[in-house]
């Protein structure tokens, strides 16, 4: 990261936040982020007070945003999206303008900036996908196999990393289960069944950092990783911060949600390389000939499994007690549990 220069969409979210962090105490030229949220920005630019920090207030729905901010970047972290399934799928012509057309944006604007290496975050939600978000980020992922495939000279590589949830992070299931125990209220699972998989937001950086040192064009990665289930979590959480067996209240599978999550899907596993922690899935690079898609098969895809959060290794109790331990928030807040 010496004498680089990074662009990160949506780096004032909590991606954005550790990202810049981390490149700040590296001995980077300068870090740009676009967002469209002024008051967050403000708070960047206290909060980090470097002058190599350039906050740039944009949308990547509106192209001279992102050209302004990729102009002079040596590497673009594309994690601008809207994230929130319920609001996808009340507006889908939202999700199709930032998540799909946005991120074309990105791309296209990197390719003509020379930028090195694109990369761009999704989801498992985009594994066959249920509602909007997924739909909406499986769109930008084949936007970027289509880029790398269509421009087989451009000097920018784009590639994709796909996360599962992310402990932790703003608006997600356990801050909500602390805040109800802080409360006294039960806590509310939805499905006791449905398993996530689970991953700080440290490995998400590290998984973007692994995708840009190592990406040919078109590259998918994936963090391999441990999952639960939504009632392990909700007890593992109750009892790190010393509330013992806690009071469960079942709602039910919300809208637009699945029982399990999958981060490669068969055919993907069936070409993915390993690569110790994470999984690397090449380019499916036919050109546009439509004999090579309709005359070809794929024999190999038969023999495997999705890799999902049911079949990925199942932590109990005691195991997601340990993996909670180790993210900083909540480490923090058990730590003032008397023992
Ligand atoms: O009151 C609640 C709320 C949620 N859940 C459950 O907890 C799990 C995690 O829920 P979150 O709301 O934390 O996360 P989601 O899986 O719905 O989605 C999140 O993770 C995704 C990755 O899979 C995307 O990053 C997405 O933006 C982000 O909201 C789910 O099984 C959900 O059903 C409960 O049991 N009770």
């Known amino acids: 990261m010496e004498d680089v220069t990074v662009t990160i969409t949506g780096g004032t979210g ?31 630019r206290r909060r980090f007070a470097d002058p190599r920090l350039k906050l740039f207030l944009g949308d990547v729905r509106d192209l001279t945003s992102v050209q302004d901010a990729v102009a002079g970047a ?13 609001s996808c799928e009340f507006f889908p012509h939202q999700a199709v303008q930032t998540n799909i057309i946005g991120s074309s944006n990105v791309i296209h604007a990197s390719a003509a900036a020379d930028v090195r290496s694109v990369v761009c975050l999704s989801t498992d939600k985009a594994v066959y996908p249920v509602n909007v978000m997924g739909m909406s980020k ?13 421009y087989p000279r451009s000097s920018t590589v784009v590639s994709m990393t796909r996360y ?16 109800q125990l802080r409360r ?19 490995e998400s950086v590290e998984l973007v950092e692994h995708a840009f040192l190592h990406a040919e064009p078109g590259d998918l990665f994936v963090r391999k990783g441990p999952a639960c289930t939504v009632e392990t979590l909700a007890r593992a959480v109750a009892k790190l911060l010393g509330y013992g067996e806690p ?17 490669l899907r068969r055919e993907e596993m069936a070409t993915s390389i390993d690569e ?46 340990d993996l909670l ?15």
């Open 184 to 202: 006294g209220e039960p806590l509310t699972v939805t499905e006791p069944r449905m398993t996530r998989f689970l991953m700080s937001l440290q």
């Open 276 to 321: 110790g922690h994470y999984y690397r899935v090449p380019l499916d690079a036919r050109s546009l000939e439509y004999e090579l898609y309709f005359d070809r098969g794929e024999h190999r895809s038969v023999e495997v499994c999705d890799y999902s959060s049911d079949t990925t290794e199942q932590l109990d109790l005691d195991q997601t007690l």
């Open 247 to 263: 009071e469960i209240r079942v709602l039910g599978t919300r809208h637009g949600e699945k029982l399990h999550e999958t981060l």
């Open 14 to 44: 909590s991606f954005g936040c550790t990202m810049v962090e981390r490149l700040l105490t590296q001995n980077v030229r300068a870090v740009h982020v676009l967002s469209r949220d002024e008051t967050k920005q403000d708070a960047m």
């Open 138 to 150: 499986a769109l930008m992922e084949k936007v970027a196999q289509a880029f790398a495939r269509n």
């Open 325 to 339: 331990r180790t993210i900083p928030e909540i480490a923090s807040q058990a730590s003032q549990v008397p023992s």
């Open 74 to 86: 040596d590497y673009v972290f594309h994690a601008a999206a809207l994230k929130q399934v319920p």
């Open 164 to 179: 599962g949830n992310v402990m932790y992070s703003r608006g997600s299931v356990i801050p909500l289960f602390v805040d």
